[in-house]
């Protein structure tokens, strides 16, 4: 377990980064089940809905609360009532004596979440938990045919044969120009083509309720050198942006590439499957 510890200008109180999920694996059976991770809202954990406050000041730590009955760091779904807006980031302790509304609020987060120096907001922080689904099959039609006894041939009239051809010439016309109108497809996702030998490949550098956000996190990636690729995901009738670097081919590629990450400030940047 790693941990690193900050603090905001004033030493109010400490924080360390969140445990790294834990790998598992699906059990042993007579056939491989590939398995999906996903964030799911556990209010039973931890859930308030209180004003929250961002002093005006930048704050360590990235994307992060703090509120006074929290015994152990977690991770976190951020929504503001005001706005709907919403960011997923870390949730820490506060020290109660501490003046000022229950929650306070990152500059990240409060970036994230459209709040304004000074001004409280209400905001409602509900725990996450990670669970792994398995991925539907999907069933693929056999391509097994019937082969006849005998192939009968009829030879086509003449007339018949030339006004086949003609159509044939139409139809293929007709095709060509539809073909050049519509646009090109748009470029696959690297991250859902590349193999890689390693079960969690990818590190995921953040989760993004603004699209345009994420974009530009995943253009700084590529700016420096990195692969980085933007997910669209949907959870309880919310859209947000994953972005993603990699994946890595070893075990020492993902191990560099994820302090490459950290140095360019996504501190919470975890391993992820895909």
Do not use: H
Request: charged share 20%.
């Amino acid at each position: 377990m790693l941990f690193i510890a900050a603090c905001d200008e004033n030493g109010d109180f400490t924080f360390p980064t969140l445990e790294e999920p834990i790998e598992s694996s699906p059990a042993v059976s007579g056939q491989t089940t590939e398995l999906i991770e996903r964030d799911v809202e556990a209010p039973e954990v931890f859930q308030v809905t209180e004003q929250g406050l961002w002093d005006g000041r930048p704050s360590l730590g990235g994307v992060w609360v703090a509120f006074p009955d929290v015994a152990e760091p977690e991770r976190v779904i951020i929504r503001s009532q005001a706005n709907g807006q919403f960011v997923i980031g870390a949730l820490f302790r506060r020290e109660r004596e501490n003046p000022g509304p229950a929650l306070q609020v990152s500059s990240d987060a409060a970036a994230a979440l459209g709040m304004l120096a000074g001004s409280p907001a209400t905001l409602n922080v509900t725990a996450l938990r990670r669970e792994e689904t398995p991925v539907p099959e999907i069933a693929v039609p056999s391509a097994e045919f019937e082969i006849p006894d005998e192939i009968s041939e009829t030879p086509l009239e003449p007339i018949a044969g030339a006004a086949a051809a003609i159509e044939a010439a139409v139809a293929s016309e007709a095709a060509s120009v539809e073909s050049v109108a519509e646009p090109p497809p748009a470029a696959p996702n690297p991250a859902a083509t590349t193999t890689s030998p390693l079960e969690r490949p990818y590190i995921q550098i953040g989760i993004f309720s603004v699209e345009e956000n994420a974009n530009n996190s995943a253009v700084a990636m590529r700016t420096a050198g990195l692969q980085a690729s933007v997910v669209r995901q949907e959870s309880q009738g919310s859209t947000f942006w994953r972005v993603i670097v990699g994946p890595a081919q070893s075990s020492a590629e993902r191990e560099r590439l994820l302090a490459q990450v950290k140095d360019r400030g996504f501190t919470d940047a975890y391993f992820v499957r895909n």
